[in-house]
């Protein structure tokens, strides 16, 4: 049944590598204690309804705003990456997942175990300014860049959620974007859509042998953080709270179509959305759909254990909007979507 959620008065910590002061989840960070979500007693958020087969308005998303825990900023992006080549990258295993990115005749690897403790990387790709963005909470990964017409933005973390989603802020106008949706929901640029630039998940290894001339972002980020660790769990071994369970925060709108951490492909054509179940594409190696009058191809690549997304564009195939997304992330941003199963 689909439908609205309904706030869980208590929350299961799963978080790996967490400890419980006084009802709080927190994180050891680097020596000190940041405070993650209360457990037991907090009372319930109440968000903002959504009509049924609409997706929510920025209205209802700004509305829906809750904190995580860290303040702003405490979470802290990377504002001067560092990056080594492909041999000097010996942090990395074989098996742990990174975002690969082919951009402008460069191709970059920003591992997971970095971006888990930062979510935001403010990068230049090409000579052009681009936010590599990523949330643990949802498994989403994107590339940001401002649309023709404003000025470079470069991100920070509001310390705020919305559908379980990081909230991003711009240091320029004050804005701020859920990541998932890419869109300003409150602030001057409210309504703005960023341009997205597609990252790939795939493992170090995959990456490595299909571009061995990659560019790989460096721990050396001037913060102390446990790199090589993940405060949620693991990907590798699907544990924590990658292993599976509903969200920790409270989202607008719930589907129980797949089950809430299944990875879906969402892919977005002109107002419409359309998801695509990730074994599926793993399963049949091309998955055909129109969206809003395109053809779409998604593609699984072989070599890098992953799948693309392709519409047509007069007689060529070019790169579309998507992206990796966990369930119930996607339909709480879209439960109008489409979906591919």
């Given at each position: 049944m689909d439908g609205q959620r309904q706030p869980r008065r208590e929350r299961r910590q799963v978080i790996k590598g967490a400890g419980v002061i006084g009802g709080v989840v927190v994180l050891l960070v680097g020596g000190g204690v940041i405070g993650w979500q209360a457990v037991s007693d907090r009372p319930p958020e109440t968000l903002p309804a959504v009509q049924t087969g609409q997706d929510p308005s920025l209205e209802a998303l700004a509305g829906a705003a809750v904190s995580?825990?860290?303040?702003?900023?405490?979470?802290?992006?990377?504002?001067?990456?560092?990056?080594?080549?492909?041999?000097?990258?010996?942090?990395?295993?074989?098996?742990?997942?990174?975002?690969?990115?082919?951009?402008?005749?460069?191709?970059?690897?920003?591992?997971?175990?970095?971006?888990?403790?930062?979510?935001?990387?403010?990068?230049?790709?090409?000579?052009?300014?681009?936010?590599?963005?990523?949330?643990?909470?949802?498994?989403?990964?994107?590339?940001?860049?401002?649309?023709?017409?404003?000025?470079?933005?470069?991100?920070?973390?509001?310390?705020?959620?919305?559908?379980?989603?990081?909230?991003m802020y711009d240091r320029q106008t004050g804005s701020e974007w859920p990541q998932l949706l890419g869109t300003a929901v409150s602030g001057p640029l409210k309504g703005t859509q960023l341009d997205t630039v597609p990252l790939v998940w795939t493992t170090w290894k995959e990456w490595r042998a299909a571009h061995p001339d990659t560019q790989v972002l460096s721990t050396d980020t001037g913060a102390l953080r446990s790199y090589g660790s993940d405060p949620y769990g693991s990907y590798m071994d699907r544990s924590g709270y990658y292993a599976g369970g509903g969200p920790f925060f409270p989202v607008l709108a719930t589907s129980d179509r797949f089950p809430d951490k299944d990875v879906v492909i969402g892919v977005r054509v002109g107002k419409e959305r359309l998801a695509i179940h990730k074994d599926l594409v793993r399963k049949a190696g091309t998955v055909r759909a129109t969206v809003a009058g395109t053809q779409l191809e998604a593609r699984w690549d072989e070599t890098l254990g992953t799948a693309r997304v392709f519409q047509r564009v007069g007689d060529q195939w070019q790169p579309a909007d998507f992206l990796d997304s966990m369930w119930f992330a996607w339909y709480a941003f879209y439960p109008n979507t489409q979906v591919r199963q």
């Open positions: 995580g825990g860290p303040g702003k900023d405490g979470i802290p992006s990377i504002d001067r990456p560092e990056f080594v080549p492909a041999r000097d990258a010996g942090f990395l295993a074989d098996d742990e997942p990174v975002f690969g990115l082919e951009r402008r005749g460069e191709v970059r690897a920003y591992p997971q175990q970095v971006l888990v403790w930062h979510e935001i990387v403010n990068d230049t790709v090409g000579g052009e300014p681009l936010a590599v963005t990523y949330c643990p909470l949802t498994g989403t990964v994107i590339g940001f860049a401002a649309p023709p017409g404003v000025p470079e933005l470069t991100f920070g973390t509001t310390g705020r959620l919305v559908n379980s989603n990081l909230l």
